[in-house]
């Protein structure tokens, strides 16, 4: 099941060796101004990272692997504006190496997808890890930039930060013991988690449905569906489960609009507070929806990993000389994380209208 | 859209003082001995709660609404056997005192989802919540019910527990500090959040879909649709985002099944470690899956809860002097937890079913 | 898979003789105003049978089973308003007499799904078809009903009719030669097939997708799920086939509505013919769209009938003295067709509603 | 909405005079040797259409458009075999001649889809039909070749052939009387509709699903999405609908395989007629399914069409002297109708197996 979302609709395809990687995005509706250059950016931006400095030196996090993604458009597009139909794109491999990966052929590396897809399908891709490796988040990446720029025409504006890498705070500019302590970890190879932090602005109330596709839980699948992570919370997450009522409700702020209700239809509300993250009952609730992703250290390394060597049965340590991973992934994942929220809010979006654009009392639809 | 699942699908309905709660379960194999009883037993878990006590005290957590939850089944079910055809069944709403609500139908409770109802609807259900009470969630528990059922044929056992309140964390039995920190709160009437623990043993790996459907996904998901969830960890979870790579990493144990394995075919593996609990690249591993889920605490109080009135346009203390309310909802939500887990993993399984089945490589199909 | 619909959906569930036949439909619009006593209408509908008469003398085609069908409402209804929640519904089956069907219990009916459920399922309710008697469509008949209801807010209409039984084109009143060719095979015994002609009014250009969910497509699966079809045509079906460009093609009428256009969007306009039924490239044209439905006769008997016996592993023949049979389904299958086209329309519409409401360019929302 | 399928799903995309059209099949099983001569040949049966021919003259009822349509395959297949990722594929539109369009530029065609797009979409692809153009089937055609392809190692064999053209039964080789008579519709530059009729041999009991998915339904839904459809009809279809029951119904033979059964599973039988096409109660029943699909005559020619110009507002006729059309697009439509059947059949074999696989007293899985 390599699609996502009902009305906003991708699918994507790709192995991370093979000829490239693309997707189909479905359901996007016509008359869109799409801006390929910024989309152009956005995967410059997963390309390279968040940049994180101090003092005007960069933490270099990434791997070197620097393919200058382009996008292929092979649909959908006409004078630059959507048509209505189908959407498709694709970007070339061309970085790939698989020489790079040979000693993988025969081992099932420790703490990745090679024991589960050979258990799974009978076979698999071992050239770097195939479709199961983050190289395929480039076609998210594309069809989240056109999402935003769909959302950007309502004022709907979705921005990630790295929020820590391993216990260290982020911070722009980097403080300096965070700088040195990463910088430590740099030289030591050793790779880390961390946790990016999301904020959605200026969504109206009413996004999201209120049984199983709360707004909440949809985004929680959409993230949590990006390679490496770990955990997802929404507003105070955990924090919240520590908390007392009195601690956490979130209370109505005067009316800003009075004006604007009727006997059946209130004013636009907001909290005084955002402990629950902009969601209650699974609806946005017109303040800023924010949440936490959390992405453990990716288990690749030059040196050290080990493998279940399916020739001998033996557990050995595999060493990949020349193969090229990300220190941390996290800062590169600030953007793929944009995207999975951007294709969530969208698709939510797009049900909200089609179940209130002709119900005269609800608002959703005169609010966009 | 009230369904969740494609292959096993439950589509649930009813409001908290409506007629009834209930769902249609569909494509649930037919073959399948139901065991009713234990289908009630689950009900009871549901209305009481896990027991938590000191020295043989119990904490009176839940509320005092007691409704002997029948299960009256409608169809899918001949002679105590499901026949392939939809499951359905409703639970009466026997307890319901609207009277007891009245206050609500002229405001918007603070941290409740009055508002986001309001907004996208036009109107609501005043009585309690309506549909975005939790009372729905016995649905769930009767369908998750038989999803266990199905998947304890196959030796696949779903536990949780509830792990902290507030701050503190639960044994059994209760350390004397907790007991009395809780009852403190108790009565102060104060409500507080907590975490459950929920494990999923002897699932073969494989089940999950390795893009969007990752288990961990689709989990994340069905529990993040529980009312008043904040957030959701897999193994480590945000933890995970605190280590280096030598931390985490889950290295496998030596083979215990050497003969099992062909050229193509690996021999089952075990990690000497669960930090990832139990799921790579999406795809389960054979070990526990391990998973926690955070509950902010509900909004609700009989004194002090505020809302804003839709008639005078002002934030008011509401209250609701007779209405019943959980000071803590986790105990309760345990059982939830594990329907939803059920639910989950049986769909993932059936789709893992579908594309395997024909498959003489994959022994996915054999091993259950 | 018991669900129809993406974005209104149905679910229904129930055995002929089981407790209940019902369903959940998900996603109508909230602040509909549901009047429920047309929904018994519309049950009624279905019970008799559309009304076929000669000089004043009716005929009598269809099952003497008659159930006065009840709708009991489960949820979703306020006050006789939609509140957006599902709105769940049973009809109870008070009239089955299983006795009846004694014989069946070891044999595998000619022409039935006996056989063919038994190979699926490995078993099979025997009691007069279980799931396979076209009993359960009286949950379509209530659901469809509810989606007329909205539909009629904007003016568009669903009406079909018998057009032939047999060989013999049904007018109202009958033909007397027609009347008296129908009385010879009612007192024969002798089950017919028939069409049901079917028209949609006033609905507007642009619903339908494109490419696999065409207006035809989605309108030839809904009825094709209705039980004892055997074939679907839009507009002139069958008979286009054997027609040449020229025959065929609906040319444009003079512009009706010259004002409406700007330099993006045309008038609206129609063709002074319709052979099409309505319907270009998948989507509606704004003509009435028609479509046609064969029925086979259905093939039960009280004498006569033959099945395999699970017993003897002969085929013999079955008596059911006591068990009712229509001698032809067609005119009970009309308010069922209409229904069908209800929820395929209002379906359609809102994945309209999607993906226009935002698009300055398209007229579709403001033309409702 | 491009997506068809649930489990065995194929998504498309690509305008006739774009860069490509191409699609994405997901779902398809791992393991699968793919003849990638064969897609190439299947696409060929789609360029040339089913051979026609009198005493060794070929009729020539297709457009000279002759694109030599290469698949390029971007991912899913690694060393010629399937690995259970989504499997992509383009195929370049080398010979698209947009100028020989220009004159529509400005005009809606009679018979087309330009007004109901434009109403839509409020914009469209004016060169040859965009997405609307029959091109977007050769990316069914190639999904619909490794479905059979998958089919095909189940002994699961689909055919179909040209019934009809015009009022013309079609044989090979075609009598004296079609050959002329057809002949003299070329020269008239006259098209032609026809009737495709379409036999799938094998197919195991159980197949479809009992109510919204039946068989039928579902391959109604697939073939009427074909460009140009007009009706559809499972076995006898609508003459059926004329017969009386002892006329319709379909005996049991004497059953072949009487030790095969057990007191809970029945012998496999067949039937000693086929009016029902293989399907009882939406279910496959182990006899060959048949059907007939009904093609309207394209409504393009380069002389003679008509059209609605949006500057003046007039219908005026339109030339287009270098445009090219089929005379009669049903030879072509074969390969397209086998397509939509292969996927549908693929599709719904997958979710029986996910639903019988592990139920000990439904045999489909052991019957593959």
Redesign the interface.
Known sequence: ????G??F?L?????SH???????L??C???LQVDCEQVQLELRRRSEGESLSYNGQPLQLGTPRREEDEV?????I?DG?T??????F?VRNRDARSADYSPLQHT?R????D???????????WRS????SAR?TAARVVAGAIAKQWLG??QIHIQACTA?I??YPITSPLSETTFKALQQ?IEAQ??????VRCTIDNL???VG??????L???L???V??I?S??????????E?????????????A??AQ?EA?ST????R?S?TTN???GI???????MPITFTV??????S?RQ?M???D?ST?N?EVIDLPSARFDLCQVPRAVVIVEAMAALTVADLM????????????????QS?
């Not at 997802?232 to 955990?238: E, H, L, M, R, S």
């Open positions: 099941m390599n699609t996502i009902r009305l609709r699918t994507t395809f790709g192995e093979g000829t490239a990687i693309g997707g189909i479905d359901g509706p016509a008359g292929e458009w092979l649909s959908g006409l504006e048509i209505g139909s189908p959407i498709a694709m099932l420790a703490g990745h997808a024991y589960t897809w050979l258990q799974k399908y009978g076979l698999r891709d890890g195939g479709r199961a395929e025409l309502r820590t391993g216990s970890h050793s790779s880390l988690g961390g946790t109206p109330p009413g449905e209120p049984l199983f596709d709360k909440s839980a949809r929680a699948a959409a949590m569906s390679p992570t770990s955990a997802f919370a929404i507003g105070d997450g955990f919240a489960s520590k908390m007392c009522r009195q601690e956490y409700v979130d209370n109505w005067a009316s009075p209700h059946r239809f209130p004013p509300l909290t402990h629950c993250g209650q009952g699974g609806l946005s609730n017109g959390g992405f453990h250290p990716i288990c390394a050290g080990t493998g279940f399916l049965h557990t797009m049900e909200a209208l089609a179940h209130t654009s002709l119900n005269p009392h609800a608002v959703f639809h966009l």
